[in-house]
């Protein structure tokens, strides 16, 4: 784990991510993990599965966009700004994405040291 909250822990990131998908489709992990009462081969089984892996790759992607935006390194730069309005910080006119970061990261760094 890193020491500094202010910074994205890959290590961790990359463990659940790994936990989280395995290489395999959502479809082929859901036929792997369910046992059909249809036809496996049938039109039913096929559609069920099809709706589910499709709903299952929606919270996959939200899933992902959450653990992703924890990090300021990471997160959308809205996300950042409204973390920034915590400390009274706001982007100045024409300041690149990524100084404003690293004055948001300095302000965290202050707040727990």
Do not use: H
Request: net charge negative; charged share 35%.
């Amino acid at each position: 784990m890193s020491a500094d909250p202010s910074e994205p822990d890959v290590e961790a990131a990359e463990q659940m991510e790994i936990g989280l998908s395995d290489g395999r489709s959502q479809r082929e992990r859901l036929e792997t993990a369910l046992k059909s009462p249809y036809d496996p081969d049938g039109e039913i089984w096929s559609a069920f599965i099809e709706a589910f892996a499709a709903e299952f790759e929606e919270i996959e992607q939200a899933l992902n966009e959450v653990l992703a935006s924890k990090f300021v390194d990471t997160a959308g730069l809205a996300q950042v700004e409204r973390l920034a309005e915590l400390y009274d910080l706001e982007r100045r006119t024409g300041e690149p994405a990524a100084d404003f970061r690293a004055r948001v990261k300095t302000a965290l760094r202050a707040q727990i040291t």
